[in-house]
T-cell receptor, first 110, second 111 residues
Framework: DQQVKQNSPSLSVQEGRISILNCDYT??????FLWYKKYPAEGPTFLIS???IKDKNEDGRFTVFLNKSAKHLSLHIVPSQPGDSAVYFC?????????WGAGTKLIIKP | SQTIHQWPATLVQPVGSPLSLECTVE??????LYWYRQAAGRGLQLLFY??????ISSEVPQNLSASRPQDRQFILSSKKLLLSDSGFYLC??????????FGSGTRLTVV
């Protein structure tokens, strides 16, 4: 049973436009949500997080939105840059663990 | 500063051979330590986590095992590798439930 789902395996966006990455979850006990970025053959790096008591968190070009009623969160990247091309993982925190989505590969086109 | 070391970076092992991957953390005490695997085309799968020396929790049944002989050392092992053990293995640590820091990973190919 996948508690955290990223239904889009890949997403292609033109440079300069907005990239929107989506994530759905099923467990209402998750208290923290995070986005990680991963390049091939490297470990994931932390991007941005949001507490379950908030609905928005912004850090530079990255904004995460949380809709608790819909159990949905999204990552917005504006404007998209070539270096943003990577796999993005959504993760949710419960207890000592992070539950991860399967990832979305973001491709930024010139 | 806090750093995490994971080695080796790549490894090619024959089926049936043993495995030992090591991870060490510097600059922090009593971290929570994790082993993840990313198989080709799939997301990250939690294999083991540890909240203290000698305390190991396993998330999936498999022929892998983990040990934490010291506070900042986490070891992933296998007595006999299977082809299905191929993947990208990541060690991670945290002292809270967010802001995980990952090692650079080990690409394991079982042939």
């Amino acid at each position: 049973d996948q508690q955290v789902k990223q239904n889009s395996p890949s997403l292609s966006v033109q440079e300069g436009r907005i990239s929107i990455l989506n994530c759905d979850y099923t467990n209402s006990m998750f208290d923290y949500f995070l986005w990680y970025k991963k390049y091939p053959a490297e470990g994931p790096t932390f991007l941005i997080s949001i507490s379950s008591i908030k609905d928005k968190n912004e850090d530079g070009r990255f904004t995460v939105f949380l809709n608790k009623s819909a159990k949905h969160l999204s990552l917005h990247i504006v404007p998209s840059q070539p270096g943003d091309s990577a796999v993005y993982f959504c993760a949710a925190s419960v207890g000592y663990q992070l539950i991860w989505g399967a990832g979305t590969k973001l491709i930024i086109k010139p | 500063s806090q750093t995490i070391h994971q080695w080796p970076a790549t490894l090619v092992q024959p089926v049936g051979s043993p495995l030992s991957l090591e991870c060490t953390v510097e600059g922090t005490s009593n971290p929570n330590l994790y082993w993840y695997r990313q198989a080709a085309g799939r997301g990250l799968q939690l294999l083991f986590y540890s909240v203290g020396i000698g305390q190991i929790s396993s998330e999936v049944p498999q022929n892998l095992s983990a040990s934490r002989p010291q506070d900042r050392q986490f070891i992933l092992s296998s007595k006999k590798l299977l082809l299905s053990d191929s993947g990208f293995y990541l060690c991670a640590w945290t002292v809270a439930n967010y802001g995980y820091t990952f090692g650079s990973g080990t690409r394991l190919t079982v042939v």
